[in-house]
C-alpha cells in the first residue's frame, strides 16, 4: 500500500473516506457545496481529522487514489444513444490481477457457482451471477472442458 497500513489511503479512516464518497457520487460536488460540507473549519459539527482541510486538501487526495499505484488511466467514450465517458486502465489484466491479489476483497469475491434459497430454503434466490443458472451451466460447457 502506498503509504503504509492505513486501508483507506489516500484517506486517514472510515468516514473521511466515506465523507469523499458521498461528496463525488452520484456526481462530484461543487466546491461550494465542498467547502458547507466537508472542511472542518466551516462545519464545526464534523469531528477533527473526519473532514478535510480546505479544497485543496481534499483534491490533493483524490489525486493520490488516481496515481496511488503508478499506471495510467484513460478516457473513453462510449457511443451510443447518450455519450458516456468512462475511465479505464491501459492494461485491464493488470486490473483484474490486482483485484484477485487484493486479500481485503477475498471475502466478497465468488469462485463458483451457489444456489440461494431464502430463509424458508423453498424460495431459491437470484442476486448476483454466481447465483444464476448461466454460471452452473457454464461450468459444465463443452467448449470450457480440458482433454485428459
Known amino acids: 500500500?502506498?503509504?503504509?497500513n492505513c486501508e483507506y489511503f489516500p484517506f486517514d479512516n472510515r468516514p473521511q473516506m466515506l465523507l469523499?464518497?458521498?461528496?463525488?457520487?452520484?456526481?462530484p460536488s461543487t466546491n461550494r457545496k465542498i467547502n458547507d460540507f466537508a472542511i472542518?473549519?466551516?462545519?464545526?459539527?464534523?469531528?477533527p481529522g473526519f473532514?478535510?482541510?480546505?479544497i485543496e486538501d481534499f483534491r490533493k487526495r483524490l489525486r493520490q487514489l488516481w496515481e496511488?499505484?503508478?499506471?495510467?488511466?484513460?478516457?473513453k467514450t462510449l457511443k451510443g444513444n447518450s455519450n458516456?465517458?468512462?475511465?479505464?486502465?491501459?492494461?485491464i489484466l493488470e486490473v483484474l490481477k490486482t483485484l484477485v491479489g487484493d486479500t481485503r476483497l477475498a471475502n466478497h469475491m465468488r469462485w463458483a457457482p451457489e444456489k440461494v434459497f431464502d430463509g424458508s430454503g423453498?424460495?431459491?434466490?437470484?442476486?448476483e451471477l454466481w447465483t444464476t443458472n448461466w454460471w452452473w451451466r457454464m461450468q459444465v460447457h463443452p467448449s470450457l472442458r480440458t482433454a485428459n
Not at 472542518?40 to 469531528?47: D, L, M, N
Not at 496511488?68 to 478516457?75: K, N, Q, T
Not at 458516456?84 to 492494461?91: A, C, F, L, N, P
Open 51 to 54: 473532514g478535510f482541510k480546505n
Open 1 to 4: 500500500m502506498p503509504n503504509g
Open 122 to 127: 423453498s424460495v431459491r434466490l437470484y442476486s
Open 84 to 91: 458516456v465517458k468512462v475511465y479505464i486502465r491501459d492494461d
Open 20 to 27: 469523499a464518497v458521498a461528496l463525488l457520487f452520484p456526481e
Open 40 to 47: 472542518e473549519a466551516s462545519c464545526p459539527w464534523i469531528k
Open 68 to 75: 496511488s499505484d503508478g499506471r495510467r488511466w484513460i478516457e
